[in-house]
């Protein structure tokens, strides 16, 4: 029953549900430029997005209880998980310091993309005519399709990544970068390093951009040749880009903080740690690791 | 406290490589075509700030705090159900040790009353004997006395009825026959007599 219907779904949107190509368009489009800020749509669903979260830790947290139920056991859940996965990174000590960062970087960009799915995001708008042309304005974007939000978030990451380094190893964590030690080749590697920082920017930003309005570019294709049902496993797929993409940015930003942390001093005493056990201990290492 | 920490470190990390996006977006050339604008870029970052304040004041604080509280519960109870436990074994054992006490000396004192008992009895039974060995003694002193005096009296009054008989002899006049027969007759008779 269900497969026929949905065939004749299929069917009939695509003879008389046709719809207009959405305009693609990689900046979001300002609704109004107030000087200071440039109002843009992609802004307006940022702040739908924080709103979202405020208000469901607010109403989670709101009569805790020492034994959880319905959305604080949820919510209890997910952070209990996640505050795990970071002390199993960066270890205790670190992970009090990291935990709200890439917990936050995490939700922001989870819900962001899962918002943007949201029927209505991306549709509901206002008419434009520009050049001579009618198109639709959007009133909101996915904050993440905006590359103002990924960069953003993007340059926190890397920005806490030095901060964390500098406050944990002081000068010595500068040395990463200039150094004299093995004078050409080391001196090079370093300035390498300094150089992969800042790539470090733009793979986050452009990650994180790429995939999610490509998702929506997707979902604007397909919604124009078959307008009915047929973007129903693309809308899937999409919600599950969104939660990889949220758990990327926010892993690596983890483990770019916890390597900027850890220096090189540590890492050889681990290394020299290693060597002092015998080989069945590393045996034993290596097949735990496996 | 942690959170101030980390919006300070946010805000501090971050607001050098902002002057420097901010300048390099505010013509518009390659990266305003994307959509790269200042203003932009520095509200995003603001606005990632201030949610990771909010969240760390209205979420993660509170639930971590709670999980912490949990924890600590669940490490507190697993600690008494331990004493429990142990006391309870501790009981159960001083328990056993009580009653094992208890069985040995009562069965200490059945033996004892047990012990008691048949020495009661044997000095009861004992005790009889001697006192019906005495009656007894005592009663055939008794049969052994009379009998003498029964026999001590009738040899008194054997001899009187011999003399009475002898009288009535003399009263008589008898032949000699008669008179032999007569004597050997109480002879005989005092002879029994004797012999009883």
Redesign the interface.
């Known amino acids: 029953m269900i497969p026929i219907a949905l065939i004749a779904l299929l069917a009939v949107g695509f003879f008389f549900g046709r719809v207009e190509l959405e305009r693609i368009s990689v900046p979001a489009d300002t609704l109004v430029d107030l000087g200071f800020l440039p109002l843009r749509n992609s802004l307006l669903a940022t702040w739908l997005t924080m709103a979202v979260l405020v208000v469901l830790g607010i109403i989670a947290t709101a009569r805790m209880t020492l034994v959880p139920r319905g959305l604080q056991n949820l919510v209890e859940l997910v952070l209990e998980g996640f505050y795990g996965l970071v002390e199993s990174v960066a270890g205790p000590d670190r992970a009090r310091r990291f935990f709200p960062l890439v917990m936050t970087i995490f939700l922001f960009v989870l819900t962001s993309n899962w918002l943007g799915l949201v029927p209505g995001f991306g549709t509901i708008g206002f008419e434009k005519v520009e050049e001579g042309e009618h198109h639709l304005v959007p009133l909101l974007r996915a904050a993440t399709t905006d590359l103002n939000t990924t960069f953003g978030l993007a340059l926190v990451s890397v920005a806490m990544a030095q901060y964390f380094g500098v406050a944990t190893l002081r000068l010595s964590y500068l040395g990463k970068f200039f150094t004299l030690h093995n004078f050409p080749i080391g001196t090079f590697v370093g300035l390498l390093e300094l150089i992969s920082e800042i790539a470090k920017i733009f793979s986050f930003s452009f990650r994180l951009f790429g995939n999610i309005f490509a998702g929506h570019v997707l979902l604007a294709v397909i919604v124009f040749l078959v307008p009915w049902v047929a973007a129903l496993p693309f809308l899937g797929l999409e919600l599950f880009v969104g939660l990889i993409q949220a758990f990327i940015f926010a892993m690596l930003t983890l483990v770019f903080l916890t390597m900027a942390t850890i220096g090189h001093g540590e890492g050889h005493e681990e290394h020299a740690h290693a060597e002092a056990h015998g080989p069945a201990e590393q045996h034993a290492r290596t097949t735990a690791h496996s | 406290m ?2 101030m ?2 919006l300070m ?2 805000a ?3 607001l ?3 002057a420097a ?1 901010l300048l390099a977006a505010e013509e518009p050339g390659p990266l305003g ?5 200042g ?3 520095i ?3 603001v ?6 304040g ?3 004041a ?3 604080r ?3 705090r ?2 912490q ?2 924890r600590e ?1 669940i490490a507190e109870s697993m600690r008494r159900a331990e004493e429990v436990k142990q006391q309870l074994a501790r009981a159960q054992q001083e328990y056993e040790a009580a009653l094992l006490r208890a069985r040995r000396e009562a069965q200490g004192i059945i033996a004892q009353a047990n012990e008691l008992g048949k020495r009661l009895t044997d000095e009861a039974r004992q005790r009889a004997q001697a006192e019906a060995q005495v009656d007894l003694d005592r009663a055939r002193a008794q049969i052994r006395l009379e009998t003498q005096q029964a026999i001590a009296k009738l040899r008194s009054e054997v001899a009187d009825l011999a003399v009475l008989a002898a009288g009535r002899i003399i009263q008589r006049s008898l032949d000699t026959r008669q008179h032999y027969d007569l004597v050997a007759d109480v002879l005989r008779e005092t002879e029994k007599l004797k012999v009883e």
């Open positions: 942690d959170g920490f980390a470190s946010v501090g990390g971050g050098p490589l902002l996006a075509a994307l959509g790269i604008d203003r932009m870029l509200a995003q970052i606005n990632f700030a201030i949610l990771l909010l969240l760390w209205f979420l993660y509170p639930v971590l709670m999980l509280e949990r519960r």
